[in-house]
T-cell receptor, first 115, second 116 residues
Framework: AQSVTQPDIHITVSEGASLELRCNYSYGATPYLFWYVQSPGQGLQLLLKYFSGDTLVQGIKGFEAEFKRSQSSFNLRKPSVHWSDAAEYFCAVAPRGNQGGKLIFGQGTELSVKP | EPEVTQTPSHQVTQMGQEVILRCVPISNHLYFYWYRQILGQKVEFLVSFYNNEISEKSEIFDDQFSVERPDGSNFTLKIRSTKLEDSAMYFC??????????????FGSGTQLSVL
């Protein structure tokens, strides 16, 4: 069955520390891959997406993600976390060729940032 | 940046009542979506809508659910007879072009529906 797994429900990092949020997917073929962020009281905002090509994808707010086909992973990273990065982060996939707008989301990882 | 607007932010209803959740997509967008997130669970796709028709729907989107674009600006989700398990955060989204794969989806901040 198609699925997206974010193994960490909650992560706490210190401000200025590096961050890696994990995402694994289970699909027949490599899907399109996305990371979204949801700040309190806000909607989901697209951070970055991978369709093809360079496996290291740059996004907004200093985030990047690396697609690793061999590991079926698409982990999100940031070299230095800011307090404003505290939010919930969602990994999502869409099947290649999907034209209906259906995204399949992971459980989400809540990020807390310590001063 | 343009926004998708959802009203109300929180709606409380009694089991068995009809509820309508409202969304104002971004003005030049043509594709509209509803997702929901039950507390502690994943965000789930409900339905996509284009050209006054449903493009795709999930198993969740049964006969109790319907969507409508009643005028040029609103996009609504109606639940005919709410159940306790319909309690969730409902997200509306829109995109300029077709599908999530080619276009950026803009999400609203959600309507928290509580069914008592």
């Amino acid at each position: 069955a198609q699925s997206v797994t974010q193994p960490d429900i909650h992560i706490t990092v210190s401000e200025g520390a590096s961050l890696e949020l994990r995402c694994n997917y289970s699909y027949g073929a490599t899907p399109y891959l996305f990371w979204y962020v949801q700040s309190p009281g806000q909607g989901l905002q697209l951070l970055l997406k991978y369709f093809s090509g360079d496996t290291l994808v740059q996004g907004i707010k200093g985030f990047e993600a690396e697609f690793k086909r061999s590991q079926s992973s698409f982990n999100l990273r940031k070299p230095s976390v800011h307090w404003s990065d505290a939010a919930e982060y969602f990994c999502a996939v869409a099947p290649r060729g999907n034209q209906g707008g259906k995204l399949i989301f992971g459980q989400g990882t809540e990020l807390s940032v310590k001063p | 940046e343009p926004e998708v607007t959802q009203t109300p932010s929180h709606q409380v209803t009694q089991m068995g009542q009809e509820v309508i959740l409202r969304c104002v997509p971004i003005s030049n967008h043509l594709y509209f979506y509803w997702y929901r997130q039950i507390l502690g669970q994943k965000v789930e796709f409900l339905v996509s809508f284009y050209n006054n028709e449903i493009s795709e729907k999930s198993e969740i989107f049964d006969d109790q659910f319907s969507v409508e674009r009643p005028d040029g600006s609103n996009f609504t989700l109606k639940i005919r007879s709410t159940k306790l398990e319909d309690s969730a955060m409902y997200f509306c989204a829109s995109s300029e072009g077709i599908g999530a794969t080619n276009e950026k989806l803009f999400f609203g901040s959600g309507t928290q529906l509580s069914v008592l």
